[in-house]
């Protein structure tokens, strides 16, 4: 996937833990987890919203995209 997701270094600049900020923005700790390790497939505009609140930052400080060879459209995206 060549979206590649910044959390955990925004999290450590505002030595912020992950339980709090679940707690914060209203996400389980395992969907926060998954949306770190970048397992993530998508992401609600909501969450990207309520994650930018509580952290102070831009989506594009949480979400990198880096070119590659599977950087083409997902076939379910018509």
Do not use: H, W
């Amino acid at each position: 996937m060549p979206i590649r997701v910044n959390l955990d270094r925004v999290l450590l600049q505002r030595r912020m833990s992950l339980t709090e900020l679940a707690d914060r923005v209203g996400v389980t700790i395992a969907n926060l987890s998954i949306l770190k390790t970048g397992k993530a497939r998508a992401v609600r505009f909501s969450t990207l919203a309520a994650l930018c609140r509580e952290l102070e930052c831009q989506p594009g400080d949480l979400l990198i995209y880096e070119p590659g060879p599977d950087d083409g459209l997902d076939e379910d995206m018509d």
